[in-house]
């Protein structure tokens, strides 16, 4: 048997994917996942030799290119195939840098969907040209503020706690949190740190001690 794994969350989209795969003989396993943690998961437990993974990269619990970092560590970025409704160059181009087998973007039509499968199926890779030609997507930038407050969201603290550390009104401080929502362009805290981390604006592990020092040493 040859096994598949497909990354979704939306239960339709990942039934069509599955009838699909279906088409392409009956030697083909396909195991599902709706999280980051049973993805990971299941690429960390028997069958490790995947064949084939379509991967969404929107699943709760990950966000922006985190799962995809996690099979490239994983060295099977040669057998993946991305499923996005993310009709992005920026990510198209670095996946390709990276090594995957393809990207294919969920708005395409059946007909080219389909195509697109058989051709990740056999090995051959895929990547829309369309997203590739479009313009690359502004990158966010934070205030040396937002920033600060950014990266002590990032270890814990709430806004009353951040306001104590800087010297500022609780009100103050959840503003520049909404303005932080709205330049990283997500709906949450933890959205706002995971994209940060993953654009480069914050580091991956930080230093709580120093992170909740640095404000004080300024006064």
Known sequence: MRPV???E???LVAEATGRLLSRHGDDLMTVFCGTAAQTISALDSPPA???RIFLDLDVPG?????LAREIRERRLA???CVVSAFDRRDYIEKLEQWGFLGYIVKAVSVAEFTAALSLILDGSPYF???ARNAPAASPARLTRRQTEILERIQAGLSSKQIANELDLVEGTVNNQVA????ALDVGSRT???AKAIELGLLPMHPERETVATSGRDRR
């Not at 990950?62 to 985190?66: I, N, P, S, V």
């Not at 303005?179 to 709205?182: H, T």
């Open 9 to 11: 969350d939306h239960p």
């Open 191 to 193: 959205h706002a740190v």
């Open 179 to 182: 303005a932080i929502l709205q």
């Open 62 to 66: 990950a966000y922006g290119l985190t």
């Open 128 to 130: 829309p040209d369309a």
């Open 49 to 51: 030799e995947w064949f």
């Open 5 to 7: 794994l497909v990354v």
């Open 78 to 80: 040669a057998r993946c």
